[in-house]
């Protein structure tokens, strides 16, 4: 089993930015595909970003490509969403996620772990 805490959500105004992390426990982290969804009120989970076992490969959601950057530390057991240039439409609750592959998984179905989520709110 896998255990994902999340972190950093918060009120934050158009523009500004905010750093997610995502510690994890159980088993070996560092072989593991981490990733992020969110989910707005009245609308489906969507994918945001996933980085592979080792970092070399990552895959973003359009809506976020050039704004958000995601990181991971295996000697921590920690992924980070760092978020800049946040706006209204950024606003969800976050989820970590995390799944034994090697491959960048960018589908919801194809991640057994999830953490509780974290809320971001980004005012106009």
């Known amino acids: 089993q896998v255990q994902l805490v999340e972190s950093g959500g918060g009120l934050v105004q158009a523009g500004a930015s905010l750093r997610l992390s995502c510690a994890a426990s159980?088993?070996?982290?560092?072989?593991?595909?981490m990733g992020w969804f969110r989910q707005a009120p009245g609308k489906e989970r969507e994918f945001v970003s996933a980085?592979?076992?080792?970092?070399?490969?990552?895959r973003y959601a359009d809506s976020v490509k050039g704004r958000f950057t995601i990181s991971r530390d295996n000697a921590k057991n920690t992924v980070y969403l760092q978020m800049d240039s946040l706006k209204p439409e950024d606003t969800a609750v976050y989820y970590c996620?995390?799944?034994?592959?090697?491959?960048?998984?960018?589908?919801?179905?194809?991640?057994?772990?999830w953490g509780q989520g974290t809320q971001v709110s980004v005012s106009s």
């Open positions: 996620v995390a799944e034994d592959s090697f491959e960048v998984l960018t589908t919801l179905n194809e991640y057994d772990y």
């Open positions: 159980g088993r070996t982290f560092s072989s593991y595909c």
């Open positions: 980085i592979s076992w080792k970092g070399g490969r990552i």
